[in-house]
């Protein structure tokens, strides 16, 4: 009924390559996220710092103000998607560990061992993949907040000009 791994050298490689695929991807998201979280808290304690040393305007003070709320609201979305980009890169690993074991349980004549390995090796790819898109998602809102204050500066530094 299956075939055993020694019949195919690449079955392996194919039970794994996807789990894989997906653990790079999310290291390289937790990588960046983690640096952009470093940001959020750099500016975060210019701001604090400008606002507690020196004569500011109304209108800047008010913005800054603003802006250490946004942060702070920014350094959570980027602490909750960095917690699961890392959760999805265990997922993926344990998953693909998990397919390693089930491409030498497919020789087994118990199918249901290889079918419950199968079963979790699924699981812990679909947690992953969720968890991987949640992230992306806690991302996308984040750059939303970081933009508006963007736009903000922008539009309060053009009319200070004129």
Aim: proline content about 2%; charged content about 15%.
């Amino acid at each position: 009924m299956f075939a055993p791994i020694s019949e195919n050298p690449f079955a392996v490689l194919t039970l794994i390559a996807a789990p894989a695929v997906f653990t790079n991807a999310s290291s390289v998201l937790a990588l960046g996220t983690g640096n952009r979280l470093a940001r959020v808290v750099d500016r975060t304690r210019l701001l604090a710092k400008d606002l507690h040393g020196s004569e500011i305007d109304s209108p800047t003070r008010s913005l800054w103000v603003s802006h250490l709320g946004r942060l702070e609201q920014r350094g959570a979305l980027l602490v909750r998607a960095l917690s699961l980009f890392y959760t999805s890169i265990g997922c993926f690993a344990a998953a693909s560990v998990v397919s390693i074991l089930g491409a030498s349980a497919v020789s087994l004549q118990y199918k249901w061992v290889f079918q419950a390995i199968v079963a979790i090796s699924f699981i812990l790819g679909a947690i992953g993949f969720v968890g991987l898109s949640a992230g992306c998602s806690l991302l996308v809102n984040e750059t939303r907040l970081a933009l508006r204050s963007m736009n903000e500066e922008a539009q309060t530094a053009k009319a200070q000009s004129k």
